[in-house]
């Protein structure tokens, strides 16, 4: 049975996921409560513990999925297939 394609991400599951990239150690537990359990259902995220400084926290960290789905939503916006040169 063939699966659904995943519709892309939008609007605060969206900001939450690039977030969620740019913390490759970890991003706070607490960073947007509303999106991140859509996210996780998605198999975009996963929570995880985080090593700190003498403590163990949990943390959301991206999936290969979560990535993967970024680069696809980036390569379909207009004019990012090409680099802009200066002439």
């Given at each position: 049975?063939?699966?659904?394609p995943?519709?892309?991400?939008?609007?605060?599951?969206?900001?939450?996921?690039?977030?969620?990239?740019?913390?490759?150690?970890?991003?706070?537990?607490?960073?947007?409560?509303?999106?991140?359990?859509?996210?996780?259902?998605?198999?975009?995220?996963?929570?995880?513990?985080a090593?700190?400084?003498?403590?163990?926290?949990?943390?959301?960290?991206?999936?290969?999925?979560?990535?993967?789905?970024?680069?696809?939503?980036?390569?379909?916006?207009?004019?990012?297939?090409?680099?802009?040169?200066?002439?």
């Amino acid at each position: 049975m063939p699966s659904e394609p995943i519709a892309p991400v939008r609007g605060r599951q969206l900001a939450a996921l690039r977030a969620c990239l740019l913390y490759p150690q970890g991003m706070r537990h607490e960073a947007y409560p509303s999106a991140m359990p859509t996210l996780r259902r998605l198999g975009f995220v996963i929570s995880r513990p985080a090593l700190g400084p003498g403590r163990k926290i949990s943390a959301w960290f991206i999936t290969h999925a979560g990535r993967e789905h970024l680069a696809q939503i980036d390569a379909n916006k207009p004019g990012s297939s090409t680099a802009h040169r200066r002439v």
